[in-house]
């Protein structure tokens, strides 16, 4: 029989209570030291809780979340969950609470309430807590500080896990040393172990919660806590001895209440303490002078994926989904696991059957037999998995773990948990859009066309404005009109928080996303970003922001001089005209930004381009494919028609012609300006080839010549207008030919930049064009055994052939808009196609 002397607060407050405990007795007060996310835990608290039959519950937790606890009875309460705290006046300081439902602490609460008994929260008010982090911020490597929602956001000091979940790091508190513990890790070693996850899932896991005694897990816990707390200290952090000061100080005020029937759901690190002798002055004394600010108080949904260690959880555990599973099913873990792991390879077009799961069940009993466990774990079952059902791959395996192992369950809170009024009109819009937030990250095709689509659009690009990045858009697979949208969504829970913040701007996430994007236009820093939030503007309907937007857009560009700048504003400003078609937005105001902006463009386009070393000819290139593009679509426009517009093309045409041919403009820059005029039907092919032959001639410096072929057919359909136009490629070959040795070094890696871009089927009609040389290209082509595709004249017969095609894509009548097939046939042919 144990037999174990206890020594805690009295209920007077000073002194001490002695009490024997004794196997299948209950100790008053009971405290349970638990691992935080662990179902082994959670079993165990769950059967002590039924054979002690405590007056009251106490938690480690935030006290702010008393009032929330009756919400963790509703039915649409599903963990995994978490309590948010955010301080009022700065939403961004933040911390998370997570519990899932192997969490001890959801279990402690979900029995108190089953059972008509109260539960409270004993750990560090969070108006503390939050405050304290103002001036003394975690130190790097504890494993509290959670990421991807800011510096400041990080679980409190007292979220569960941070205690005594592996990986989690207590100081020695030596002086003069930095020593740090991983109370799991030093226990799985004294018992032999190099993995504590291992040694927790032998002792703890597959043992069950104690045969006769419920209390016999937290004794045997205890004890273990207690002598590494005498070895290692209280771990030099102030902060636990202030929050275990509060805990004592809350355990004494629940034994005056209800007597010795305590109970208390901690962190095993944690229990030595509350055991620990003290007297009330010395509690109050560590707890006077703590900063406080006005702390809120909610739940939010929480995810498997941010419980696992990798997200960066200072408590997380390495299987959440694995766990959970453990935790879940009434029988036969393994067999039940190895059948989930069956059907969702089976859901990736991968042939496993039933054989295959009861061969993996064997070699996982297998395992386990062989390597000294009782039950087989984790370890066991993914080898069994990789062995039988991927055939040795790591690949499916992968799939596994992220979906199974890990998983992607998100939670659910009731409507009726607070919320600030921007989360509910939030929730409001993604029940009327059927838009509900998962974990899985999904993609979502929109059709602009279609108003619950649109309105979607709209939604998530508020959002994003407001910094919430619910989704991200990303390339159409299918069309790329300006009807489609792609979106890829995944819901993450610290995005509760994003909402928190941007609640400053407003009530509703339209009022909100007008504020912040009015306020961000007056502090853009320049041009670029001015007309990035102008583009974002139509794209998220904002008509009350957009005037305020376009006169600072306005002013900017009146005051910038760049030419650069200039260039790299004007596409996106073209780009938001072409979203009236399509949103019906009011872009007048737009279009005459958008061509007065041009103007300027072209009026210091030249003098920007003389006098360009390589690197800043590249990049002026590319602005000058950008605002060739850009005019191209301004002219496809509804306000191409207004005066501004007239003749903006034929203008861009003009000095596209200065830039073919001034001598201070760089070899890259007149080679593009020349194919960009070629390609707009502004320049004859033999036009082309003659500015072509000036660049090539002997009296070019290899280098430039290099460069001028590379501005001319680099990019996309450069190859096949060299397939199609035998001088130009005549001209490229015979310079290149008589290129000396020395300088073909120097221009080969430009060379290879340029032609190693093309389709491997150009460049190999290339090769074999250039192998023929010019004189065999035109007889092979005239006798009909050149390269296919090639002839002296149209193929009238394979132009016919492509005709019916060409109609359904254009979506033509039989008779084609009142005009005859024969004759919409004849024009077709005419236009080359």
Not at 195 to 209: K, N, Q, S
Not at 634 to 660: D, I, K, M
């Amino acid at each position: 029989m144990r037999t174990t002397t206890w020594a805690g607060p009295s209920p007077e407050g000073d002194g001490v209570n002695g009490a024997d405990r004794h196997a299948g007795t209950a100790p008053r007060p009971l405290l349970l030291g638990v691992r935080h996310h662990g179902p082994g835990s959670a079993r165990a608290v769950r059967a002590a809780l039924d054979a002690a039959a405590p007056r009251v519950v106490l938690i480690e937790g935030p006290p702010e979340a008393d009032a929330l606890i009756p919400l963790a009875a509703e039915d649409d309460m599903r963990p995994p969950v978490a309590l948010l705290a955010h301080a009022v006046d700065e939403p961004g300081r933040s911390a998370f609470w997570p519990l899932a439902e192997f969490s001890p602490e959801w279990v402690a609460i979900r029995w108190a309430l089953d059972h008509d008994v109260p539960a409270r929260f004993i750990d560090l008010p969070a108006t503390h807590g939050l405050a304290w982090r103002r001036g003394d911020a975690p130190e790097e490597g504890t494993g509290d500080d959670t990421p991807g929602a800011g510096a400041d956001l990080a679980p409190a000091d007292s979220a569960p896990g941070t205690d005594s979940a592996p990986g989690t790091d207590v100081d020695t508190g030596a002086p003069g040393a930095d020593v740090r513990v991983d109370p799991l890790a030093v226990l799985a070693d004294a018992a032999g172990y190099d993995d504590p996850e291992r040694w927790w899932e032998d002792v703890v896991e597959h043992r069950g919660v104690g045969a006769g005694d419920a209390f016999a897990p937290f004794t045997a816990l205890e004890e273990a806590m207690g002598a590494l707390r005498e070895a290692y200290g209280s771990g030099g952090d102030d902060r636990d001895l202030v929050r275990e000061a509060y805990m004592r100080l809350q355990m004494r005020a629940a034994q005056r209440e209800f007597g010795d029937d305590v109970a208390v759901v901690c962190g095993a690190w944690h229990v030595p303490a509350l055991r620990r002798k003290a007297t009330v002055g010395a509690d109050r004394a560590l707890l006077k002078g703590l900063p406080k600010v006005k702390a809120d108080m909610t739940w939010v949904p929480w995810t498997y994926r941010r419980l696992a260690r990798a997200s960066g959880y200072g408590a997380g555990i390495d299987s959440p989904g694995w766990y959970g599973h453990l935790f879940g099913a009434p029988d036969r873990p393994v067999e039940r696991w190895l059948t989930k792991v069956a059907g969702l390879l089976r859901e990736e077009d991968r042939i496993v059957s039933s054989a295959h799961v009861i061969e993996a069940v064997r070699l996982a009993e297998t395992l386990a037999a062989m390597r000294g466990r009782p039950l087989p774990g984790l370890s066991e079952t993914t080898d069994a998995v990789r062995a039988v059902m991927c055939e040795g791959s790591d690949v499916p395996l992968a799939l596994v773990h992220d979906r199974l192992v890990v998983g992607d369950v998100l939670g659910e809170v009731p409507e009726s948990a607070p919320a600030v009024p921007l989360q509910r009109d939030l929730s409001r819009w993604q029940r009327r859009l059927r838009l509900k937030p998962e974990a899985l990250e999904r993609e979502l095709e929109l059709d602009l066309r279609r108003e619950t689509d649109a309105e979607r659009s709209r939604l998530l690009h508020r959002l994003r404005l407001l910094g919430i990045g619910w989704g991200e858009p990303v390339s159409s697979r299918g069309s790329t009109g300006t009807f489609r949208e792609t979106w890829r969504l995944r819901w993450e829970p610290e995005l509760s928080v994003r909402v928190a913040e941007a609640g400053v701007w407003g009530t509703t996430v339209l009022a909100a996303a007008t504020a912040k994007v009015e306020s961000d236009a007056t502090t853009a820093p320049g041009l670029v970003e001015v007309t990035a939030l102008a583009e974002l503007c139509l794209l998220a309907d904002l008509a009350r922001a957009l005037p305020e937007v376009m006169r600072i857009l306005a002013d900017r560009a009146a005051l910038d001089a760049d030419v650069a700048h200039l260039a790299q504003a004007l596409p996106a400003l073209v780009r938001s005209l072409r979203y009236g078609d399509v949103r019906g937005t009011d872009t007048g105001a737009l279009a005459e930004v958008a061509a007065g902006l041009a103007e300027r463009v072209f009026v210091g386009l030249p003098p920007a381009c003389a006098a360009l070393d390589a690197d800043a000819a590249q990049e002026m290139r590319r602005h000058v494919d950008a605002v060739h593009g850009a005019v191209g679509l301004l002219g496809g426009t509804p306000e191409a028609s207004a005066p501004a517009h007239a003749g903006l093309r034929g203008r861009w045409h003009s000095v596209l012609r200065v830039l073919s041919t001034r001598d201070t403009v760089p070899g890259v820059i007149q080679g593009r300006a020349v194919r960009l005029l070629l390609d707009d039907g502004e320049l004859e092919q033999g036009d082309a080839a003659r500015l072509m032959g000036l660049a090539l001639s002997p009296g070019t410096p290899p280098p430039d010549a290099a460069a001028w072929i590379e501005g001319f057919v680099g990019g996309g359909g450069g190859g096949m207008l060299l397939v199609h136009d035998e001088r130009l490629l005549a001209l490229i070959d015979g310079w290149l030919t008589g290129v000396s040795a020395d300088a073909f070094t120097d221009v080969l890696p430009l060379l290879r930049r340029t032609f190693s871009a093309y389709e491997p089927g150009v460049r190999r009609t290339l090769g074999e064009l250039v192998r023929r040389g010019p004189g065999q290209r035109a007889g092979a082509a005239a006798t009909g055994g050149g390269a296919p595709g090639f002839a002296a004249e149209l193929d009238a017969g394979r132009a016919d052939a492509v005709l019916p095609v060409v109609r359904l894509l254009l979506g033509l009548d039989e008779d084609g808009d009142g005009r005859s097939a024969g004759a919409e046939d004849n024009g077709l042919v005419e236009a080359g196609v």
